[in-house]
């Protein structure tokens, strides 16, 4: 072929996501840690079904962090789709009193395979740290230390 050109029959990608998002108006659903440990590890399943293996869910009553191995194939948006869609349903059948929605939007911020010990504490210290945080100003800060933009009119729903 020349030119010391080397191929590579295949595309190799190690790609860590922070997605983030909460339940409609941040209503505390999620109270119960039964059901909120059951959701975490139904999400974990759709995760490795989508070949986007969780390394960490968890959260609080209002809302979910997921850190996972982003697969190529995928665009964000249809991942998150995929995620909300699927456990929302799956919530509506198992606990069908429940009137239970996420919101439309999401926060999606990329982490360093460096920093993921870190990360990984952070998101396993949920409980803890919104027992003096709230939601929208742990939210604001993500945004704020990944330096991306947002409209606070269009943020929370």
């Not at 409980?127 to 929370?156: Q, S």
Request: hydrophobic residues 35%; aromatic residues 12%; contains cysteine.
């Amino acid at each position: 072929m020349g030119f010391g050109l080397i191929f590579m029959p295949q595309s190799l990608s190690q790609v860590y996501l922070h997605i983030v998002f909460s339940t409609r108006d941040r209503k505390p659903y999620l109270q119960d840690d039964k059901i909120r440990s059951r959701l975490h590890s139904y999400i974990a399943g759709i995760c490795k079904n989508l070949r986007c293996p969780a390394l960490r869910i968890n959260g609080p009553d209002d809302h979910v962090h997921i850190l996972l191995r982003h697969n190529r194939t995928l665009t964000i948006a249809g991942l998150v789709r995929e995620i909300k869609s699927h456990s929302c349903r799956w919530i509506h059948q198992t606990f069908p009193e429940m009137d239970f929605h996420w919101q439309s939007g999401y926060g999606c911020f990329s982490a360093s395979g460096n920093d993921l010990s870190d990360l990984i504490r952070y998101i396993d210290n949920q409980l803890v740290h919104h027992a003096r945080a709230a939601y929208k100003d742990e939210f604001v800060k993500l945004c704020k230390d990944h330096g991306l933009e947002y409209d606070e009119r269009y943020v929370w729903d």
